[in-house]
């Protein structure tokens, strides 16, 4: 059985630290490694090595004009997707919903309406498979239950309001 040697070596990671510290971008440091520009990245990452450029740097950058291809748009968040994240983040005084979830309304696939919830029950495949199909509001794949379960608020995540 052949012996595999570690990836990462005392002298790679060295290699890796000067070659970042000049700068270097992770394609270049990974040609010169040795090692795919993913391993590089991971590396970096868990040697808690970053670097940030400024929003001046950026701009700058962009709108230099030797640049070969046109100039990106700005990724756009689709519309529903902004609204789903808005009602959920949103500060509002509305009660929210607790209690138990109806079970009345359950449905198979072939019975979901276009405003039932699609929270699935039980394992597919199983013979008790079903889906919530109690009724889902402004848009929302899932009631107001089961949307409580599925989109919960993170400490992370905010919503910028204009």
């Known amino acids: 059985m052949p012996v595999l040697s570690p990836t990462w070596?005392?002298?790679?990671?060295?290699?890796?630290?000067?070659?970042?510290?000049?700068?270097?971008?992770?394609?270049?440091?990974?040609a010169d490694i040795g090692v795919s520009r993913n391993a590089v990245i991971g590396k970096l990452s868990r040697l808690n090595l970053t670097r940030g450029r400024a929003v001046d740097e950026r701009r700058v950058q962009d709108r230099s004009p030797d640049r070969t291809s046109a100039p990106r748009a700005p990724k756009a968040v689709p519309r529903l997707q902004f609204e789903m994240l808005a009602t959920i983040y949103a500060e509002t005084n509305a009660p929210v919903a607790t209690g138990p979830i109806d079970e009345a309304n359950r449905c198979s696939l072939m019975e979901l309406g276009e405003y039932s919830c699609r929270w699935p029950i039980s394992t597919p495949g199983a013979e008790d498979f079903c889906f919530c199909g109690n009724a889902a509001h402004d848009g929302q794949p899932y009631c107001t239950g089961h949307s409580r379960l599925a989109y919960r608020p993170n400490s992370r995540a905010r919503v910028v309001r204009s």
């Open 9 to 30: 070596t005392v002298e790679r990671i060295e290699l890796l630290k000067r070659h970042f510290e000049d700068g270097l971008s992770c394609r270049e440091i990974a």
